[in-house]
């Protein structure tokens, strides 16, 4: 299970045995993340709030992919994984819904 902080900028994954958690740090610093939900394929979508960016964490390889969403302000503040594994966002800088394709990787 993943959260991301309320005052934004960490992830932790939460052993939900132990209940101890482990940190996961994006790659962009202060990057502001806001939520997170989990995909088919196992890796994690997270709303990058400051950055205006859409991060991705992969537990398989530990890698981290990040991309800027578009517009002159974006403000990623919800993220959900649909079943044919989109991922939508949205942006509060401009009322509005933005659709990722991670198939070609764009918005």
């Not at 209940?19 to 962009?28: I, K, N, Q, S």
């Not at 202060?30 to 400051?50: D, L």
């Not at 974006?74 to 991670?102: H, K």
Request: no cysteine.
């Amino acid at each position: 299970m993943y959260y991301a902080s309320l005052t934004g900028s960490y992830i932790a994954r939460i052993d939900t045995v132990s209940g101890e958690a482990m940190v996961l740090e994006p790659p962009t610093p202060g990057q502001g993340a806001r939520r997170v939900w989990p995909g088919s394929q196992g890796r994690t979508w997270v709303s990058e709030w400051n950055a205006g960016q859409l991060g991705m964490y992969d537990p398989a390889t530990s890698d981290w992919r990040e991309w800027v969403m578009p517009g002159d302000d974006p403000q990623p503040y919800a993220v959900y994984i649909d079943e044919q594994d989109q991922v939508w966002l949205s942006d509060f800088g401009a009322n509005a819904m933005v659709r990722f394709d991670p198939s070609s990787e764009t918005f």
